[in-house]
Nanobody
Framework: QVQPVESGGGSVQAGGSLTLSCVAS????????MGWFRQAPGKEREGVAA?????????HYADSVKGRFTISKDNAKNTLYLRMNSLKPEDTAMYYC?????????????????WGQGTQVTVSS
């Protein structure tokens, strides 16, 4: 049974930083596509970033976070990270980790098979 578990959320002021982590317990494949999604109150869930084993660890970012967020994966620890710098109030959301073997379109949530429960990020102005 694959179960991603997120951690690292919290409350910060605008301009601050946070690093989210996701341990994908039970996922033992060397092939992967792992993504971070977020959902703000009253809004649809959106793709934030993804990393996939295809293409030697290719990374993808939403335009809204490019240059501020960095996704990475520690294969030895089977852990996914999202380093978030220069946080803005509009980054406030529940952040979810998602995993699948292959993702065709990384930002589409239907592409992903396994989901975590989420970790809350709140950015105050």
């Amino acid at each position: 049974q694959v179960q991603p578990v997120e951690s690292g959320g919290g409350s910060v002021q605008a301009g601050g930083s946070l690093t989210l982590s996701c341990v994908a317990s039970g996922y033992t494949y060397s092939v992967y596509c792992m993504g971070w999604f977020r959902q703000a109150p009253g809004k649809e869930r959106e793709g934030v970033a993804a990393i996939e084993s295809a293409g030697g660890g290719a990374t993808h970012y939403a335009d809204s976070v490019k240059g501020r967020f960095t996704i990475s994966k520690d294969n030895a620890k089977n852990t996914l990270y999202l380093r978030m710098n220069s946080l803005k109030p509009e980054d406030t959301a529940m952040y979810y980790c998602a995993v699948v073997l292959w993702c065709g379109t990384w930002y589409l949530e239907d592409e992903y098979k396994y989901w975590g429960q989420g970790t809350q990020v709140t950015v105050s102005s």
